[in-house]
Every structure is written in C-alpha cells, then in structure tokens.
T-cell receptor
Framework: KNQVEQSPQSLIILEGKNCTLQ??????????LRWYKQDTGRGPVSLTI?????NTKSNGRYTATLDADTKQSSLHITASQLSDSASYIC?????????????FGRGTSLIVHP | SQTIHQWPATLVQPVGSPLSLECTVE??????LYWYRQAAGRGLQLLFY??????ISSEVPQNLSASRPQDRQFILSSKKLLLSDSGFYLC???????????FGQGTRLTVV
C-alpha cells in the first residue's frame, strides 16, 4: 500500500528562524514528489516538484531535497515569515504513461510567531 | 486561464439528510477530477477520482458517491449523511501527464 509519512505533525518557530520538514514514502512506481502549502480553510497550492533524478530544488525561501534511495524528502524554509504559517503537505505520485494517482501525507502544521 | 469552482463554501446539514456538492472546471478539456476529504487534524483522503465522463473510481468504501455528468462537472453526493461525514471537502483537477493538482476553495461540511 502506498503511504506517505510526514514529521513533525506540528511545529512552532519564531519569525526569521529556519526550519526543516520531513517526508518518508513508500510509493510504487514512483513518478514524482511535490510539496504543497495549504493555508487554513483553503485548497493546497503546489510549491515544488521533484522527479527521481533531482536531488534539490528551490523556490524562493523554500528548498526541497529528495533521496530516492532512502525514499525521503525534506522541505527547508529559510528566514521564516508570518505568512509561512500553514500546513505543508508532501504528495507522492505513482503511475506511468500519463496516469498518476497522488498519495498525500497528513501534513505538518507550521506556526510562525512574531 | 483555468479556474475551478466549488460550492457551497460552508454547509450545515442534519444527520440523515441528503448531500450534493458541485465542482466545475473552466478553461481545460478532459481533466482528471478528484474529490478529497480532510477531517479535523487529519490529512487529505482521496475519495473519488475520474478520468472521463461517467468514469468514477472509488478509493475507500463509504457513505458517499460521485458522478461526472459532464466533462468539467464533478458531483459528490450522499443519500443519508452521517455524523462522521463532517469535514472539509476539496475538489481538484489535473491534466493527463501532469501530476500537479489544482484545488478548489473547499466546502466545510458540518453534520449535526
């Protein structure tokens, strides 16, 4: 069964600090991994996508890493801002030939305090 | 540009009443469509997905059903709601060959 596990479940940090969120997965056949940001009461929005051959990808203050051998990914947020408070969801897609089924992690709830 | 509309935004329904949530997509053809539920403190759970008109796949057995009467319309229904059906329901779409999913604003359903 395809599974995506995220840690920590919740995280509280001070504005300006860095943090790292973790994602472990067992998905086959692996297609790609995305990190989504979900503001409270809204739908998730994609931050980054990583394929099997990519190790690191950045999007502004967000940097995602992928280790396909250990099936782990991380999302590093640099110099956090109050607007970073949200749920961050790791999504791993399985499939081939254009048909993909995503498996969602439960998300990490990040709270940034001033 | 593509847009997704989901309504209503909030809904309070008594136990045993029927449910109909509607989702429409504009600006794209033959999208893959998804219904997700997000219970309080839990992650997103895929309920149904559809790759074409009349084609519905169910991920989990439940009290809900889905239909796709038109290419860009996806409906989530129930004949009799249970308390456990409460949650945040999200409709999403993607295109064939692209794994990025675009989500609607969600419907907060409270069954009382």
């Amino acid at each position: 069964k395809n599974q995506v596990e995220q840690s920590p479940q919740s995280l509280i940090i001070l504005e300006g600090k860095n943090c790292t969120l973790q994602c472990n997965y067992t998905v086959s056949p692996f297609s790609n991994l995305r990190w989504y940001k979900q503001d409270t009461g809204r739908g998730p929005v994609s931050l980054t996508i990583m394929t099997f051959s990519e190790n690191t990808k950045s999007n502004g203050r967000y940097t995602a890493t992928l280790d396909a051998d250990t099936k782990q990914s991380s999302l590093h947020i640099t110099a956090s801002q109050l607007s970073d408070s949200a749920s961050y969801i790791c999504v791993v897609s399985a499939g081939t030939g254009g048909s993909y089924i995503p498996t969602f992690g439960r998300g990490t709830s990040l709270i940034v305090h001033p | 540009s593509q847009t997704i509309h989901q309504w209503p935004a909030t809904l309070v329904q008594p136990v045993g009443s029927p449910l109909s949530l509607e989702c429409t997509v504009e600006g794209t053809s033959n999208p893959n469509l998804y219904w997700y539920r997000q219970a309080a403190g839990r992650g997103l759970q895929l309920l149904f997905y559809s790759v074409g008109i009349g084609q519905i796949s169910s991920e989990v057995p439940q009290n809900l059903s889905a239909s796709r009467p038109q290419d860009r319309q996806f409906i989530l229904s129930s004949k009799k709601l249970l308390l456990s059906d409460s949650g945040f329901y999200l409709c999403a779409w993607s295109v064939w060959g692209n794994t990025e999913a675009f989500f609607g604003q969600g419907t907060r359903l409270t069954v009382v």
